[in-house]
């Protein structure tokens, strides 16, 4: 009999719903991570709800990463990424390296004492951001003194829980799993390849996500610099998306720009808002709606402006065809906002090579055939989530789960007589 | 007379919301009393009366974003009931509205503050 | 007998410094049915944990109170801790003196920490513990409808080894997925056949359903296929009744000949004896409904081939084009590049029969001036709208409908593809405009939500969370009425008064029916009326 | 079944002005359903009165208790030791209930917190609209089983008025059906529109000699 466990490679949304789906059907599961906190990119996102819930799914993913954490059949691998896999469906062996993170997670209990007593500069223990999970402090190796040769020892002597060692090395170790499945994941597009729109010269140059962080932070909208709130905003739609080098639609960047622009205008209903875009992408349940609704208060202007340049006054001049006007205008704006596209995983590459799947033309993973999106070239080898091409919240989370489904189909339903139980409250 | 803020927070969202705002170190008014509930839904007009006769200054009913209830209508249900609450209360001479409902996601910590704020502000002003 | 409460305070490894502990603990003690108080800097790890049971074991406690962070971090591994001690995990109250007290104020919280442990103190004493119940389901499942989405659900469902009886009104499976398939470069016949192979599958065609009842595990459903009436038990409902379109035109245009739908191009493309090959086709879509990803899918289909079988002008109408979608934008770019010409305009373009052709006046946007064009067809605007019989379904199933008919109610991030009655799913279709891609995730997302549900013949609940006591019931049916889970009915208890009564399985525990009942006859465990109160009844005590 | 709706807060107030401690008394039957005079109801006009604040209000002490029908005496007589304790019993529950109260402690004022409306039954989740007016001569037979004495706002035994409005709504409420439309449709259905034809004379609405007493036959 082979073996049923399956690994889950990252740990955003889709690979977090892959995991609990999987664990509620009885399946025991490794879900793999490179960085040090769960969660991925949609964690870091922001309610956008005006007087009402603009559904934009953010504030499930903190739900959903505190369930997956406490599942018992879900074990957790931070720091962690592949090395070399073997086997086939049923039978899967991938050799994983662990980097150390000095912090033992089931131990730190997230006093501060640490990052107090570091006599680093900037601190070289520090608590992770607000929403993450596990909620661990960090040790940054290259900021601690201990690691420049020093003999530093104060954060582990003071530690109340001993949860600090600091003579680990990488840890190696080999699983055993049935199926795996690949949730990397996206990279956000760097808005800096597009320089003429000035995003990391000009301050008040922004990208949607940065918004999104902003918003998670202070819970309202400010100029980066001088702190003042924006007036006059411009948001640029298709940056990153539906160009050459990106022959895809991101499916998210409509949808946020739209739902921020509407709550930019729910906490400041005298701020103009101006939305360049080629196509409104207004498909999907309830954002018709929310769009016609929207449509009077937010500018929407057709087109897409190339070039941000700034004025003396520091104010930003974006320069666009106005079509209605069938001439070139000029206006300003104080802030701009890039709404910037889902692009393909840098590491897809290496990881396509190690698990031996194929890449599409665009960079996202390849699926066997067009319609059946969860699989791949390897029988056993499962796709979820946006590493397989650009979804938005909702859709990460339905492929996350026909993911597992289709893993739990593939391992032969034998998790059914490993079942225990589960659907407690 | 306590004059204590009674919260009665829907777990599904004001709950972690607070968390949050504690761990961002957002701060609010220390006489803040937290009750937690599975729906805002689940908050009963005598849950509320009853806070009151204890000696509580404002209560708060704080449940998820309006269409983002996980019990469907839990929510509206709230906002109606502290409708009532406010006229029952009227009628027996407690003006000033003193309940309150708001509707925030689990990651709006600031919204959470906002809404312990404003019912303070609306307290200060009925000078209770 | 007396209760015997345990108060286990944490101050979290120090990080809780704005609080006097030795001062709490002294001042918790003194508060009555409280046995023992211990303080911890680690409860919520292995030592902590060891010490909890040990001393929960000697001191004989009934009820625990944990003193430390949020109940949404840790509530949930300190109900295991009780469960290893041997008590059941519901008698058990957590005081938030982290995230809500220490860490949201500046300088000494102790007076309003020890008033949140008293809180938790009252409440604890009045908690009952709540015992778990397997409960049988049935492992069969019923699809609706009998196309793309209905037949790979019943598939799929089969190869996880449940029971499955595909449901379909029409007389043959399939009949409107025919053109689809031949759009989409999939083989329907091949699965149809699959289907019909199936032994795991029972298929019933021109059947519908005239009654329905019972709740998850259990839905019982009668069946009217040819006159005969039969009633059957499904543990779970897939609802995959689909869609459909209808053109948006102007009424006077609605019979000439020169404007098709979608499906009827697709129809002449195939058709190997067409006489004439239309010189200029038009398009239009995105006018009438933004909801519109799926005929811009045809669309760009249909350019495209039309292109390539009959090399025609193609000109397409629209307000944007939706290429949120896999492989659209591809689509979109190769029919510019074959020479598909793409006209946006703001408003719908005015159409009119001209000497048997199609005039069509627009104001493209970029351009900036009138356009007038006469093509040999047009394929005309679609509207999406729920399928037939959709209405009368969710009465039946008594599930929501959103604005615009469709199954599923705006929720669909807290539930994508589930309605909020327990055990009813959505696929494809008829919860909204999917494409096939999109339609397969939501099969397989509902394949495994069931496969959970029914695989293993039972599943285990917590029993009697939410009760109504049958001596104060009044069967007044408010609760029915607003059960947002359809979890109450009503039941004769002792043969003779109607009561309502909460099934477990179908519960969601919200407690709406316990805040609304008149005759206070609804209990929710752990949130009864009684426990709200004691915490509120501790609130300035201090 | 009765509904009830529960009496404005100054009404109330000076029924109970002089008395110092009270009960009130629920009933669990038509009131409890009609959410005027359950439980939950009791709960939440104890809560009120304790709360109240208005001026020259002295405290008051307030006990509670529901019983499963005020209008039978013997569970009524389940209230005699509460009763015993207290200056007067506010009721919640019909007029009925009120007098049964009453009747049983002739020695304590019995004061109604409830106005006892109509017979009617529930539209939706708490809605009730009238449907009977107990006028003892019941008409239901000739007009489809709608009531046209309590539903039709004027009362006519041979409507319509005449002053039906746009989509059979009534001229002196437009947010209410008008009833003979209502019988119209329903007789249409049945083929009986013969019986819009017949006229009806005028009827005594006092058929039941007041106050109303029934016998039923002894088996």
Known sequence: MGNNDVLVVGSGISGIISALELANAGVNVYLLEKEAVVGGHSASF????????????????????????????????????????????????????????????EKCIACGLCTEVCPADPKAVYPPTVEATPFCYILNEVLCLRFKGEKCDICRENCPTRAIEFELKPKEQELSVGAIIVATGFDVFDARKKGSLGYGRYANVLTGLDLEQIFTREGYLRLPVSGEEPHNIAFIQCVGSRDEDHDYCSQVCCKYAMKLAGLIKYQSPDTKVTIFYIDLQTAGKGFAQFYEEYKESIWFVRGVPVEILQTASGELEVRFENISQGKVCRDTFDLVVLSVGISPGKNSWGLARILGINLADDGFFDTKDSLSSNETNVDGIFLAGTCQGPKDIPDSVAHGIAAASKTIQALGGVASQRRGNQRGH | MNGCIVAFCCEHSAYP????????????????????????????????????????????????????????SGNTRAKERVKYCNMLLKEVGVDGRPVAMFNLSPNAPHKFVRAVNEITKIKKESGR | METKIGI????????????????????????????????????????????????????????????????????????????????????????????????????????????????????????????????????????????????????????VGLRTTLLEREAILGS????????????????MSEVEGDENIEILT??????????????????????????????????????????????????????????????????????????????????????????????????????????????????????????????????????????????RPRITADNGRVKIEAKDVFLGEDTILACDLLVAEELLLPSEGTEALSSLLNIRRDSRGFYQDENVHLYPVASEKKGIFFVGGCRGDLDLSRVLTDVSSVVVSVYELLSSGNILTEVEKVKADPQKCVACLTCIRVCPHDAIQLVRVDGGKE?????????????????????????????????ILAQIEAIGES | MIIAERKPMEEIRQMIAPYKKLL?????????????????????????????????????????????????????????????????????????????????????????AVNTTFIGMPEREGLWVEMCGACGDCFLDRTGGICPVVRCAKGLLNGPCGGTRKGGKCEIDPEKDCAWVLIYRRLEKQDRLDLMRQYYTPRNFRAVKRPGRIQAVKA
């Open chain 1, 46 to 105: 922001c309610c956008k709800a005006t007087n009402v819930c603009s559904k934009c799914s953010a504030c499930v993913v903190p739900d959903k990463i505190r369930e997956a954490v406490i599942n018992p059949r879900i074990r957790l691998l931070t720091n962690s990424t592949i090395k070399k896999l073997s086997g086939e469906l049923g039978n899967f062996r991938v050799e994983i390296t662990q980097q150390p993170r000095y912090i033992d997670v």
């Open chain 2, 17 to 72: 919301a607070a968390d949050l705002a504690g761990k961002l170190r957002l701060h609010y008014p220390e006489n803040l009393r937290v009750i937690r509930v599975p729906c805002a839904g689940q908050v009963d007009v005598i849950h509320i009366l009853k806070a009151f006769e204890n000696g509580a200054a404002a209560v708060l009913v704080l449940g998820c974003e309006d269409g983002a209830c996980h019990h469907i």
């Open chain 3, 8 to 159: 286990f305070l944490c101050n979290c490894g120090e990080a809780i410094r704005n609080i006097d502990f030795a001062a709490t603990k002294e001042e918790v003690a003194q508060i009555p049915g409280v046995t023992c108080v211990n303080l911890s800097s680690n409860l919520c790890l292995k030592e902590g944990k060891e010490k909890m049971i040990s001393c929960i074991k000697k001191e004989n406690i009934d009820r625990v109170v944990v003193a430390a962070c949020s109940p949404d971090f840790k509530e949930h591994f300190f109900r295991q801790v009780l469960e290893s001690a041997g008590l059941n995990g519901h008698l058990f109250s957590m005081a938030n003196i982290r995230e809500q007290c220490s860490w949201a104020h500046e300088g000494d919280v102790t007076v309003k920490a020890v008033e949140v442990i008293k809180m938790a103190v009252n409440r604890a004493r009045l908690l009952q513990p709540v015992k778990k119940k397997k409960f049988p389901v049935n492992r069969e499942v019923l699809v609706f409808g009998g196309g793309f989405a209905a037949i790979n659900a019943a598939l799929q469902l089969s190869r």
């Open chain 3, 176 to 191: 409107e997925t025919v053109e689809l398939g031949s759009l989409c470069g999939f083989d329907i016949s091949s699965m």
């Open chain 3, 206 to 347: 021109s059947a519908e359903v005239t009654a329905a009842a019972g709740k998850i595990g259990g839905f019982t459903v009668r069946i009217r296929k040819g006159g005969e009436e039969i009633s059957h038990k499904y543990g779970a409902v897939v609802l995959a009744t689909g869609y459909q379109t209808k053109l948006a035109l102007e009424p006077e245009l609605k019979s000439d000949i020169n404007i098709v739908s979608q499906e009827k191009l697709c129809r002449m493309l195939e058709d190997p004896n067409l006489e004439i090959r239309p010189r200029t086709i038009g398009f239009m879509f995105d006018f009438s409904d933004e909801n519109s990803r799926l005929s811009t899918l045809a669309t760009l289909n249909n350019a495209l081939a039309a292109k390539q079988k009959w090399d025609s002008e193609i000109y397409v109408f629209c307000k944007s084009v939706k290429v949120d979608g896999p492989g659209a934008e591809k689509l979109y770019r190769e029919a510019r590049d074959c020479g598909v010409v793409f006209l946006k305009c703001e408003a």
């Open chain 3, 499 to 531: 009561v309502a009564e909460v099934f477990d399985l179908a519960c969601d525990a919200c407690g709406v029916c316990a805040a609304i009942c008149p005759a206070k006859a609804i209990k929710f465990r752990a949130y009864r009326d009684e426990e």
């Open chain 4, 24 to 112: 009130l008394a629920g009933c669990a039957t038509c009131v409890a359903v009609c959410w005027a005079g359950g439980e939950k109801e009791v709960g939440i006009l104890a809560s009120q009165l304790r709360l109240d604040q208005s001026k020259g209000r002295k405290k008051i002490s307030v006990l509670e208790a529901t019983v499963e029908r005020q209008c039978e005496k013997e569970m009524v007589e389940e209230l005699r030791d509460k009763v015993q304790e207290v200056d007067a019993v506010l009721s919640l529950a019909c007029g009925s209930g009120v007098q049964t109260m009453a009747e049983m402690f002739e020695d304590k004022p019995v004061f109604p």
